[in-house]
Structure formats: structure tokens, C-alpha cells
């Protein structure tokens, strides 16, 4: 995790402006305003208003040219959420003595690592302005303080945010904390919550329990996802890639986990985690999605059946040998009609390649095609260098004359 502040020559707040674009955008999300006083009761709000209300405040130090504090907290990926990085971001604000300033929070998704913004101003209520000596180095001492010392800080939102999913067995639930890197043991009538190689926290079963009777299924966000992952399968590889871990010596050992470049797609794209179930280094048997933008768990063939999933939509070309050009094969059975009866079926025309059909097989090579039998019985004599001037004269102007077949 790191800690950015990100400086500006300006006089004003343009990080105001430029968080707010992100949340017109769709690519930021404003998580917590605080220490606006009567500003956060009024509906409709401008960014210029923060602005204003900073400005103000500012202004109570003459000496203080620059008064903006921007600052960023990235995560790796996405190991932390942004609830988690909400509260970090409200921890390193109050070790770095803004705690009682007026801010804003900001969380960004429009990049691979989750980070989220802070925004206030460098001078207190007091008109002082809030000390800045070495606040790089002190800005990571305080975040580094705040992950040593309450990893539980993470651990309870993380709880919370995955009993606010909709799930329908217990299976499901432990698959969302365990995809960000917890494990859970039962042990008696509750969960042992472990990461970092200790026990953070305990969650009653009975908590789970509730939230598995009051499931719902969600028929139409079923057909939504089967409809992009349709339309994705056209452009991304669906095909089973086996996960490894690096070993000393530049070796590899792999692991019974799977994904696909079609599952990292659509989990960085949409928010659709895909988790397949191996064991022992076999294939598959099932797999589950975890559709984090709804926050909804289906089994995986409630949306579609493994081996559709995991089957390229498009043959791949392959490289044809000899030079022939290469041949995507067709579906079996791709151009018979479902609806047809089989007497239909043995009456159909015979298709381009069917033998005795009378038709040329387009897949031969040209100078094949050229060679075989033209449909009609009739018969294909081509003669080399033939000079149809010398058989039948130079062509001539017409002389106005009634066109006759004398040649």
C-alpha cells in the first residue's frame, strides 16, 4: 500500500474539481464528506461550493499561499475495499492532524489498483496553519502505524460488506471473504475469521443462516450476465489455463486452480469474479460467479453449463499445413434444421460437399476445381496459348450494318 501527496501550484482546490469530474464520469464515487458543518444538510451541492466554503477557511491565514491538501492511499489490486480504504483514508487523515478539518473522500475505480483521494484544506479553524514538516516521511510512519497496528480495521467492513451479498449456501459466503485472501474455520456455532496467519475475528453461522433464508434468485440478472458473457466469448479465449507459483530456481508448481483470459476479463472489466472447483490437479467439476457489481453469487450453471463456458464460441485457426488455406470447421449438425421432421431430414438437398451430389467441393485446391466435371454433363476443354485473333480476325469497326452470324 502507498500514500501519494499530490502537490499543485495552484491557489485554489482544483482537486475538488478533479474528483468530481471522476463522479461525473462514473469513474469515482464520493464516499464521506465531513467538517462542512450546515453545507453537508443542503441538497444539490456543487463542487464550487466545497470550494467556496475552503476558500473561506483558508483565508484566515494570510501566509499560507498553496492551502490544498490532495492526497492518495493505493491499494494492490483490489486487496482492500473501498470501505476498507475509507477508513484508512479517515485513520491517516487524523494521525496527520486533519482529523478535524473539512474533507472529502473520493474513491476511484478506474484503474487496476483501488485508490481513493483525499481533499481539505492545510489551514485549521484556529487560522494556523497545520504543520507540514518532513510530511512525506511522516505520511508514510502514520499509514504503516495504521496496518501494524489494526489489521482488524479491515476485517469487520470486509464481514459486514460480504453479508450484505446475496447468497444461497454457506459454501457461497466463505467464497467471498476467501477471494480476498481470508480463511474461514468453523468451529462450533461460528466462523474463525483468519488472515495474515492469525485469528482476526469470530461471525456467528446463525448470521449466515439468516441471509441464506431470506435469498431471492435473480432471474433477470441471470439472463444479463449470460448475455455478456455471449457477447464476450466472441472476443476473449474461454479456454482452461492452469494456475501456478513461482519457485527458487525459476521453476513453476502448479496449483488445482484454473482461470481463463475470458474470466480475467470479465472480472476487471465488470466485476464478475469467476471461481472454478478443482481438485487434485484434475479439470473442473463446477465453477461459481460472484457478481460483485450486484452484489449476487449463482452457481455457476444457473447462468451456463461448464462445458459451454469453457468452450471457445469460434474454432480457432489453426495454421494450415503445405500451404492450403486454413478451414474453420462448421458445428456438427450446424445446418440441419431442429424443427424438421426426419422424413424432412432424408428429403433435404444434398449440401456442396456431399458426394453425388453433382456440386464441386469448393475446399479443393483451384487447380482441382478446374479439372472437375462441370454439373450438366458437359465438359471443360481449356487449350494453352490460344490467340483468338488469329481464329477469328482482328475486330474491326462495325459499319453500321445489321449484326449478322456469318463467323
Not at 519457485?247 to 508448481?253: C, T, Y
Not at 502448479?254 to 481438485?279: N, Q, W
Not at 453469487?297 to 486454413?326: H, R, S
Not at 496459348?385 to 475486330?395: H, L, V
Request: hydrophobic share 30%; aromatic share 6%.
Amino acid at each position: 500500500m502507498i500514500v501519494k501527496i499530490l502537490y499543485n501550484k495552484s491557489v485554489s482546490f482544483p482537486g475538488i474539481s478533479y474528483n468530481t469530474n471522476k463522479m461525473e464520469k462514473d469513474k469515482g464515487e464520493l464516499l464521506k464528506v465531513s467538517g462542512f458543518g450546515a453545507l453537508q444538510g443542503l441538497d444539490n451541492l456543487r463542487p464550487s461550493d466545497y470550494v467556496n466554503y475552503l476558500e473561506a477557511l483558508s483565508a484566515r491565514s494570510k501566509r499560507t499561499r498553496r492551502p490544498q491538501l490532495h492526497a492518495m492511499i493505493s491499494c494492490k489490486g483490489r486487496s482492500h475495499t473501498k470501505e476498507q480504504l475509507t477508513a484508512i483514508g479517515e485513520q491517516w487523515l487524523k494521525g496527520m492532524g486533519y482529523g478535524e478539518q473539512p474533507y472529502l473522500l473520493v474513491y476511484h475505480k478506474d484503474t487496476d489498483n483501488n485508490h481513493i483521494h483525499m481533499v481539505t484544506t492545510r489551514v485549521g479553524k484556529d487560522g494556523k496553519k497545520i504543520s507540514d514538516s518532513f510530511e512525506k516521511l511522516k505520511a508514510y510512519q502514520v499509514l504503516n502505524q495504521i496496518i501494524k497496528a489494526d489489521e482488524h480495521l479491515a476485517t469487520h467492513p470486509d464481514l459486514e460488506n460480504a453479508l450484505s451479498y446475496n447468497f444461497s449456501t454457506r459454501a457461497q459466503f466463505m467464497m467471498i471473504l476467501e477471494a480476498q485472501g481470508y480463511t474461514l474455520t468453523p468451529e462450533g456455532a461460528s466462523y474463525r475469521i483468519i488472515k495474515y496467519g492469525r485469528e482476526l475475528a469470530r461471525l456467528p453461522m446463525e448470521k449466515v443462516d439468516e441471509r441464506i433464508a431470506a435469498h431471492q434468485k435473480n432471474k433477470e440478472r441471470i439472463i444479463q450476465l449470460r448475455a455478456i458473457i455471449e457477447r464476450y466469448r466472441q472476443l476473449h479465449d474461454p479456454s482452461l489455463q492452469p494456475l501456478t507459483r513461482p519457485l527458487p530456481g525459476g521453476r513453476e508448481q502448479a496449483l488445482s486452480a484454473y482461470t481463463s483470459p475470458l474470466a480475467e476479463m470479465l472480472r476487471k472489466k465488470i466485476g464478475l469474479e469467476v471461481i472454478f472447483h478443482a481438485k487434485d490437479g484434475k479439470q473442473p467439476y463446477g465453477y461459481t460467479f460472484i457478481d460483485h457489481a450486484k452484489k449476487q453469487v449463482f452457481k455457476g450453471n444457473e447462468v451456463m453449463e461448464l462445458k459451454e463456458f469453457i468452450t471457445p464460441a469460434i474454432p480457432v485457426q489453426q495454421q494450415a499445413q503445405g500451404g492450403q488455406a486454413a478451414i474453420i470447421p462448421a458445428p456438427e449438425n450446424a445446418d440441419q434444421n431442429p424443427d424438421q421432421s426426419p422424413a424432412e431430414k432424408n428429403q433435404a438437398a444434398p449440401s456442396l460437399t456431399q458426394k453425388g451430389s453433382g456440386a464441386p467441393d469448393y475446399r479443393q485446391e483451384p487447380h482441382e476445381l478446374l479439372q472437375s466435371p462441370v454439373p450438366g454433363g458437359f465438359q471443360l476443354d481449356l487449350a494453352e496459348d490460344i490467340d483468338d485473333e488469329a481464329i477469328n480476325g482482328r475486330n474491326r469497326r462495325r459499319k453500321r450494318k445489321a449484326r449478322t452470324n456469318t463467323r
